[in-house]
């Protein structure tokens, strides 16, 4: 489901447990499954940015827009780092799934476009392993642990 075209959310907190959180631009997993990139507008996640820099913490939510199926990773390990070219297609992919995802509860491609718009030399990443891993669909099962390998 994560690696589909699904809306993803980002926060931190800081050590005064003051939360952050934004949007993020894109996603990717990698072909293992175990690490997890998020890519922010850095002038509108400076916040973010800087708790996760301090902290480690990020909890991100994947939420998939037409059946409201939600998956939340935590991990007390995250990292920033630099966006680089190699980072383009996975862009592109995030942007093609979320305009389908979005195309299937009747927003049409712009909307999305309007929604993840970023400037390349304004993007940052995170990158986790996450470490826990919780329901978060809207029901009787949400907030419980997901069993095995998150």
């Known amino acids: 489901m994560m690696a589909r075209g699904v809306s993803v959310i ?4 800081g050590h005064d447990l003051t939360p952050s959180l934004m949007r993020a631009v894109g996603s990717q997993i990698s072909p293992q499954g175990d690490r ?6 850095r002038q509108q996640s400076t916040q973010l ?3 996760v820099a301090s ?3 990020v909890a991100v939510v994947f939420s998939e827009p037409h059946s409201h199926r939600t998956v939340q990773l935590k991990s007390r390990e ?4 630099e966006v ?3 980072d383009v297609p996975a ?7 979320m ?3 979005l195309g299937r509860i009747g927003l049409a491609p712009d909307f999305a476009a309007a929604m993840l718009a970023h400037r390349f030399d304004d993007l940052s990443a995170i990158e986790f392993t996450p470490a826990q891993a919780f329901d978060q669909t809207p029901g009787p099962n949400a907030g419980q642990p997901l069993r095995g390998k998150p």
């Open 10 to 13: 980002v926060s931190s907190c």
């Open 55 to 57: 902290t480690g913490r």
């Open 84 to 86: 680089t070219p190699d």
């Open 99 to 101: 305009q389908g995802e």
């Open 91 to 97: 862009l592109q992919r995030y942007l093609r799934a």
């Open 49 to 51: 940015l800087r708790d």
């Open 78 to 81: 995250a990292r920033l780092r």
């Open 36 to 41: 997890i990139t998020v890519f922010l507008n």
